[in-house]
């Protein structure tokens, strides 16, 4: 009996290293979570099998714009960056965005009228190479969980499963996560495409929020955004648009989000509103707060790597950085983040890196 439980507690350590590594269907996720869930009542090892698919947390070294919709979410692993925003591909809300590839340490909100900027620092350790995307020509793109695919300066990162219709200059989301990076093209504007608005962008930085009132603020450069068939309006720097509730159409049905999914991800805007706030300490303890509330694996290692950025990047805490990422190596030693947390430590001068 107890070679039995080695052999199937084997098979599950692979089956979770391989599922950190690839994105199954929906449908396949499930059938392999009650499956999984099965073993481990069997052999009592339940707490390995709580399968949430994670959102990952993205901000930007380069302009970019996160684009959210609560559709199915899954993985592969690129190295997240800085500037983040948050909108629903189903409603009138998401964004795009352009330049400079010298992150900033600190994401600075200046909208005008009382904008509300949902910013992050960059999470990806100074110095690292920018992840690897795909070169396609491919009309019609499926997209598993940070999956990554560019062409003519446009770069856009998946971070839930996401559907793309990627024709010349205009990309349409339908649904799932994706984060845009979109070098300065003022010749050509490259137009992305979220339901009934539209954005049209030339090489910018900007927050979009989804919510009963949609809104845009502007940090940096230009962008026009029409809603329907609504006139154009022209938003620059430090400017906002509220989209009117009222006039908007109806937005188009979408499967609901998973609890797990749904929790994470409010987790995760909340610690952007008080990164965007300047409130370090209260995003550390928020985090530190969550760390064991039956998240999935692969989400608890979000909400790690995003605490220890925190430590690392915006309290400027070594030694507090140091045990942090310390821990999470000995948690997740081949997890998702493993060689970027290294380089941290490499970075810090942890005495207890690999």
């Known amino acids: 009996m107890a070679e039995r439980r080695e052999e199937v507690l084997a098979r ?37 099998l709580r399968w949430w698919p994670a959102l990952a947390f993205a901000a930007g070294a380069v302009t970019m714009v996160l684009l959210l919709a609560r559709g199915p979410g899954s993985e592969p692993v690129t190295e997240p960056s800085t500037e983040r925003a948050m909108a629903s591909p189903s409603s009138p ?23 509300e900027a949902v910013a992050g620092a960059d999470p990806r350790p100074a110095g690292a190479a920018e992840p690897a995307c795909e070169r396609t020509e491919a009309s019609a793109l499926d997209l598993p969980a940070h ?18 219709q990627w024709e010349g200059d205009r990309i349409e989301l339908r649904g799932g996560a994706a984060l845009f990076e979109v070098e300065p093209r003022p010749a050509r504007p490259l137009r992305v495409a979220v339901g009934e608005l539209e954005i049209e962008v030339v090489g910018t930085r900007f927050v979009v929020h989804d919510g009963e009132a949609p809104w845009v603020s502007v940090l940096e450069g230009h962008v026009r955004v029409r809603v329907g068939q609504q006139a154009p309006r022209d938003l620059r720097d430090g400017q906002r648009f509220d989209a009117p509730s009222p006039g908007l159409p109806a937005k188009r049905a979408r499967r ?35 760390d064991g509330r039956g998240f999935g694996r692969r989400a608890r290692q979000v909400v790690s ?17 140091c045990a942090h990422w310390a821990e999470h190596q000995r ?21 207890d890196a690999p």
């Open 93 to 115: 809300a998401s964004s795009s965005a352009a330049a400079s590839r010298e992150a900033p340490r600190d994401a600075e909100a200046t909208a005008g009228a009382g904008a």
């Open 256 to 290: 609901p989000a998973r609890g797990g999914d749904e929790e994470l991800a409010a987790l995760l805007d909340e610690v952007a509103r008080l990164r965007g706030q300047g409130a370090y300490r209260e995003a550390v303890e928020r985090l530190r707060a969550s």
């Open 147 to 164: 999956a990554c695919v560019a062409r003519d300066g446009v770069r856009v990162s998946a971070l839930l499963d996401a559907h793309l």
């Open 12 to 48: 599950l350590r692979d089956l979770d290293e391989a599922l950190a590594r690839r994105s199954p269907s929906p449908q396949s996720r499930e059938q392999l979570r009650r499956r999984l869930h099965s073993h481990a009542v069997e052999q009592r090892f339940a707490a390995r």
């Open 305 to 321: 790597y995003e605490l220890g950025t925190l430590l690392e990047r915006q309290l400027g805490d070594v030694a507090g950085a």
């Open 331 to 351: 948690r997740y030693p081949s997890g998702r983040y493993a060689q970027i947390v290294a380089r941290a430590q490499a970075r810090l001068g942890c005495t």
